[in-house]
């Protein structure tokens, strides 16, 4: 590498002044490759302290920056310093404690970079795997590697990798149990992954069982029931998440009875996931009997040290730079349910991004406060007051919201159904249900005179959204925290 370090340089260092449309074009180029929270965590307060012909100076308010620096984004600032100055060939990085919140000398990183309010969707969409057979996309972030492993689910995570090493061997079926949010769906999803990862040709279908009793039904109005029997036929992997939903639906559990034997004896793997054991189902015997036949693990909560663990992984997965003590602060004081973990690591960052501020123990006990995760949690254990609010209305429901994802009012109540709109339509519908309790109907007049049912539909869409998707439930979080509805 033709960089070098350099923590307290003695070069006498130009005016940074002069360098500052230098760094910003720098700063668009890293924008556009890095994820926003960590390029607004470790982009922030920087400058070009100088520049000796081909050598830039960094300047980094922090040593802990630096570190980062040196260890993540070096090469990276090289590439886009010589992209926009051919001259330049060397980066070093100096600590100035001076950088610190200091906007005279550092570029503003929220003004310069607004955040993009268009959404990314969510990742929902499927994919075609064989003829006539689709699969739900896999979230790429659902690995077997990253999945971390302590007492809880220990059994459930050995399994999968030993499925992911010889599909359709020992471990057929494969059947997860556990309650919600403890990552069953992650490791049905990372075990496909793996297999993909393995061979690509292989064809893995990974379903919930609402999609598969849609598809039985369908089938049987188009008469098309030996096509749909044909296609599943084709599957090398077949993992079915949430199964408890087949309960009461004889035809497609007898669909799925002849599915599951057709693969079974074809030595195709079937995994499988449920809130409750295979005998606690309430479907039919001699499915349950097939389940049984295989391997059965479960997930249980997580103790204090792998709450702390995943913790970790998921603060280094997201690039957040957060303190240990505030992150066994979370794992000490909080659920014990991976997802909502998760919720409150997503809500710190969105509170960084939106307030600039690094999560603190205290502004993490805030956040749990209003999550209201813990409410043993007393006020003097952390010292923070509780401001007097006046309570929130739908009116400033719906101006938040239209601030927040940059959606006139007008288009709120209006009649677009393009999806920028609609997604903010229905997440200020839904606030309004779920934390002012305004009724379905009054809810519709006050969103330009709609049917109650179509509010009905926008917030079981919304609190569908918010279980499988992160930035939905971290979006809801962070307006009902703005608007003090927690
Ligand atoms: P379930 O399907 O059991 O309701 P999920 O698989 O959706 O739970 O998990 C919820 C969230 O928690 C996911 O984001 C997942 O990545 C995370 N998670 C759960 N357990 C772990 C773990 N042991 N290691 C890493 N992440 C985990
Ligand atoms: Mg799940």
Redesign the pocket.
């Known amino acids: 590498m033709t960089s070098s370090v350099s923590s307290s340089s003695t070069a006498t260092v130009a005016p940074e002044a002069g360098h500052n449309d230098l760094w910003l074009d720098v700063l668009k180029k890293l924008e556009s490759k890095l994820q926003r929270g960590a390029f607004i965590t470790w982009f922030r307060d920087t400058t070009i302290l100088g520049r000796e012909e081909g050598k830039i100076i960094i300047g980094l308010p922090l040593t802990t920056v630096m570190n980062w620096h040196l260890e993540r984004y070096q090469s990276l600032t090289l590439e886009a310093l010589k992209e926009v100055d051919s001259a330049i060939s060397q980066v070093v990085y100096k600590v100035d404690g001076g950088l610190k919140d200091n906007r005279e000398r550092t570029v503003n990183l929220l003004e310069h970079f607004p955040e993009q309010k268009k959404r990314k969707l969510p990742n929902k969409h499927e994919v075609k795997m064989a003829e006539g057979v689709t699969s739900k996309i896999l979230n790429p972030r659902?690995l077997i590697d990253?999945?971390?492993v302590g007492a809880n689910?220990r059994l459930a995570q050995a399994a999968c990798s030993a499925v992911a090493t010889s599909p359709g061997g020992k471990y057929n079926p494969l059947f997860l149990y556990?309650g919600?949010?403890?990552?069953?769906?992650?490791l049905l999803q990372g075990t496909g992954n793996a297999i993909l990862q393995k061979n690509s040709k292989a064809t893995v279908v990974y379903t919930t069982s609402e999609d598969f009793t849609n598809q039985v039904v369908e089938a049987i109005r188009m008469q098309k029931m030996e096509q749909l029997r044909k296609r599943y036929r084709q599957v090398d992997v077949l993992i079915i998440d949430d199964i408890q939903f087949l309960a009461n639906k004889e035809r497609t559990q007898e669909e799925f009875f002849h599915t599951f034997n057709a693969l079974y004896e074809a030595g195709k793997q079937i995994i499988i996931s449920s809130d409750r054991p295979p005998d606690e189902l309430q479907l039919e015997d001699r499915l349950v009997s097939r389940f049984e036949r295989g391997m059965i693990a479960d997930?249980s909560e997580?103790d204090y040290e792998t709450r702390l663990a995943?913790l970790q992984?998921k603060a280094a997965e997201y690039e957040l730079f957060i303190d240990l003590s505030v992150l066994q602060f979370i794992a000490e004081h909080t659920t014990k349910n991976?997802?909502e973990l998760?919720g409150i690591l997503m809500q710190a960052v969105a509170q960084y991004e939106l307030e600039q501020r690094m999560p603190t123990i205290k502004s993490i006990a805030e956040i749990m406060r209003k999550l209201n995760k813990d409410p043993h949690l007393q006020e003097e254990e952390v010292g923070f007051e509780t401001p007097e609010k006046k309570r929130s209305t739908l009116q400033d429901v719906m101006e938040l919201v239209s601030k927040y994802y940059s959606v006139s009012i007008d288009d709120l109540v209006g009649k677009s159904r393009v999806r920028e709109v609609l997604m903010p339509r229905q997440i200020a519908m839904f606030i309004g249900k779920k934390h002012l309790s305004v009724s379905f109907v009054r809810l519709g007049e006050a969103f330009g005179n709609r049917d109650h049912t179509t509010v009905m539909n926008a917030c079981e869409k919304i609190e569908r959204s918010m279980q499988s998707d992160h930035n939905v439930l971290r979006e809801v979080h962070t307006l009902t925290t703005e608007l003090g509805l927690r």
């Open positions: 659902y990253n999945f971390v689910n556990g919600v949010g403890l990552g069953k769906t992650h997930v997580p995943i992984e991976v997802r998760e």
